[in-house]
């Protein structure tokens, strides 16, 4: 691990969070709904994989597959959506991935409608990592979403709180670090979260939420947190006895679960919208040569058949376009109604261009991805 910095920088402010304590120690993010947890863990997630440091996200709704963008990071899904198609059967395999291949893992159970199978899933996979960290000892960090599901404040633990409960206090031996991300830290076990050696606290307004933050970081801390913007928050670690305000960086892979931006769409396409539109329809990934084994392959047909729809697609956009705009005259007394219109509108504009954006970032991968397959087929002709 010669290479490996001892800290790296997450936030506008230049504050060092020290590797080792991120990798084997217990974090907590927490945050309202759309506050910036992800993208927090995510930028965290970026640079320990920019030094190629191991991992595995438990992800519960889909949303870290864009780390691919960048890393070599393998998305195991519960159907055939990603690189690996995995259950419960697979823990081992997944285990020994991570462990001994040194792949890091994204378990991505968003496709699983029964919460049970998600939690049986992620149980065994973490019980076979803690089992082999016993003897391997290897630095490995373990991001958690959703915690509060597992490790409820109220009522008994099943099976896999008790096991992060284990790994939150006997992980750092064996190398094994656990970041937990919850909405709600009044939902989560206390027990986890005092044992926490760094905590990121984003935007909470529920007063039950604000009263924890009152317990842990002041009262002057449980009144500010309400108004923090996206991606702001106070970070609280044992390194350091401060509590600062920080504004975490946005993540350079594409934003998955990214909230649908009005702004982005008021008045007309914006530039950006446009360019990522046109890079979606180029989809540079997809100019796949089709060969003879390839033609007669039903992917090579749809790859093809979706190029001519690009194609479609691509002169229907060039045609509007041109379209002269057409006038038109709003009466004096129609003006809130129009204005709520457009407001609408806007949102609904809006809720297409992250739509769209979702489904090009899907269909990137999954282009990369028969790229790929396409590859090794030729190589094995
Ligand atoms: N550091 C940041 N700087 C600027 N904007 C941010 C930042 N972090 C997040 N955002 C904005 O907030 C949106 C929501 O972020 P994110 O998905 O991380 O929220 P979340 O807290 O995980 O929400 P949820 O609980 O619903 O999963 C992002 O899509 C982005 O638009
Ligand atoms: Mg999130």
Redesign the pocket.
């Known amino acids: 691990m010669a290479d490996v910095p001892e800290s790296i920088v997450v936030t506008e402010e230049p504050i060092e969070l020290p590797v080792a304590e991120l990798l084997t120690g217990r974090g907590f993010i927490t945050?309202?709904?759309?506050?910036?947890?992800?993208?927090?863990a995510?930028?965290i997630a970026e640079e320990l994989l920019e030094i190629g440091l191991p991992m595995l996200i438990v992800d519960t709704?889909g949303?870290y597959y864009g780390l691919q963008e960048r890393y070599e990071i393998l998305h195991a899904t519960t159907d055939e959506q990603g690189d690996m198609e995995v259950g419960p059967d697979d823990a081992e395999r997944l285990a020994g991935l991570a462990l001994d291949g040194n792949v890091p893992i994204i378990l991505d159970i968003s496709t699983y409608v029964d919460p049970s199978e998600g939690t049986e899933l992620i149980t065994r996979v973490l019980r076979e990592i803690f089992r082999m960290e016993d003897a391997r000892r290897k630095p490995f960090f373990l991001l958690v979403e959703e915690i509060h599901e597992y490790l409820p404040e109220q009522g008994a633990h099943g099976k896999l709180g008790e096991l992060l409960i284990q790994i939150a206090k006997r992980g750092r031996k064996r190398g094994l670090g656990l970041c937990g991300?919850s909405?709600r830290p009044a939902a989560v076990d206390k027990d986890f979260i005092t044992q926490c050696d760094w905590l990121v606290w984003?935007r909470l307004t529920w007063k039950n939420d604000t009263n924890v933050v009152r317990q842990l970081l002041g009262a002057d801390a449980a009144k500010d947190i309400q108004d923090l913007?996206?991606?702001?928050a106070f970070l609280m670690t044992d390194w350091n006895d401060s509590i600062e305000r920080v504004?975490?960086?946005?993540k350079r892979t594409l934003?998955a679960?990214?909230?649908p931006?009005i702004e982005a769409v008021a008045g007309g396409p914006s530039e950006s919208l446009e360019s990522d539109v046109l890079d979606a329809i180029a989809i540079e990934d997809m100019e796949v040569e089709p060969s003879s084994t390839a033609q007669a392959d039903p992917k090579s047909r749809q790859i093809q058949r979706l190029q001519h729809r690009i194609s479609e697609l691509e002169s229907e956009l060039e045609r509007a376009r041109q379209e002269p705009q057409p006038e038109v005259h709003i009466e004096p007394s129609h003006n809130g109604e129009v204005s709520q219109l457009a407001k609408g509108l806007t949102e609904l504009g809006s809720l297409a261009a992250h739509t769209a954006r979702s489904i090009y970032g899907r269909a990137r991968l999954t282009a990369v991805g028969l790229r790929r397959r396409f590859a090794a087929n030729d190589q094995s002709q």
């Open positions: 945050g309202k709904s759309g506050s910036g947890k992800s993208n927090t995510s930028v709704d949303e991300i909405q984003h913007d996206n991606g702001e504004h975490f960086r946005r934003d679960g990214a909230t931006d």
